[in-house]
């Protein structure tokens, strides 16, 4: 009796053990090589990145932003750093200065998305916990960024305050080669498209 114990004992420690286990677990499998060279030719910068080359460098800009339709702007001046990053596939820009009479800092990426075709902005401060995020296109004859998005509504900036998000549209104009502008439309309670930041910069001199 006590040896078909032990032996009932043994069986039932084996099935847990499998119990909590688990299924056993197949070894890792490499992607075919034909499949790999696809995933990494979709990943690589392509000739529509190029098209983001007028931003890279150094740059004066005179700010202004209007936190009501009708209200006056207000402006200040920063300066600007971009570059590429990530072997060519973004640019980075660092923005710097004083608005609303606080230390101003931003963080602008920009892109192109080789999957769905369009360029991209991401756009962080530190006056803020929203991000904003834009996709559009590019017009080679005006020379001209045009991208949509939604963000989170501010009704301190005179935007709708019934809703959590609302759309906002960024156009950016390349003026030669030393000089953009850049500017923010964003929707006001009534509906109502406004221009809510214009920012010009000029190219700094070496």
Known sequence: MVNLRIIFIGI???LLAVVFAGPMQSPPTTPPASE???LFKNGEPTARHRELD???GT???NVRCWLRPDAPPIESTMTAEYAWVLDGRYIEGRCRGTLLGKPFEAIE???FDNASGCFTLQWFDNLGTSALIAAGQFDAQSRVFSLQGEKSSCPQAGEVPSK???AFRTATHLVGSDRMIFEI???SPEGREFRS????SARREP
């Open 109 to 111: 990426i920009r892109g």
């Open 59 to 61: 740059w004066n800009q």
């Open 185 to 187: 439309f964003s929707s």
């Open 12 to 14: 039932g420690m084996g």
């Open 36 to 38: 790999l060279a696809e």
């Open 54 to 56: 007028s931003f890279v």
């Open 197 to 200: 930041l214009q920012v010009i």
């Open 164 to 166: 959590p998000t609302v």
